[in-house]
């Protein structure tokens, strides 16, 4: 069982910059990889990016690449999404998820263990 507890999230202009964590509880967080979502009002949640247990790879949805970086400390037990260059379209609530796989899938169906959210606005 691994429990995640998002942060970071807040209002920002367009433009500006916002780092979230994502806290996992238990001893076996470097088991899982990692991944952020993103759910905006009336859309689907999508992939943004994600990271094998390691860190030794990570891969990005087109929306966001070269803007957003994760990063995970196995150390800390915590993933980190930060998020530069930040746009008026990437406003929704920001989830990370834990993947019993070595490989952080795109699918969202894929993922066992979910985050509560945190809301990301960013202003125009």
């Known amino acids: 069982q691994v429990q995640l507890v998002e942060s970071g999230g807040g209002l920002v202009q367009a433009g500006g910059s916002l780092r979230l964590s994502c806290a996992a509880s238990?001893?076996?967080?470097?088991?899982?990889?990692m991944g952020w979502f993103r759910q905006a009002p009336g859309k689907d949640r999508e992939f943004i990016a994600g990271?094998?247990?390691?860190?030794?790879?990570?891969h990005y949805a087109d929306s966001v690449k070269g803007r957003f970086t994760i990063s995970r400390d196995n150390g800390k037990n915590t993933v980190y999404l930060q998020m530069n260059s930040l746009k008026p379209e990437d406003t929704a609530v920001y989830y990370c998820?834990?993947?019993?796989?070595?490989?952080?899938?795109?699918?969202?169906?894929?993922?066992?263990?979910w985050g509560q959210g945190t809301q990301v606005t960013v202003s125009s």
């Open positions: 238990g001893r076996t967080f470097s088991s899982y990889a």
């Open positions: 990271i094998t247990r390691s860190g030794g790879i990570t």
């Open positions: 998820a834990a993947n019993r796989a070595v490989w952080a899938s795109a699918d969202k169906r894929t993922y066992d263990y």
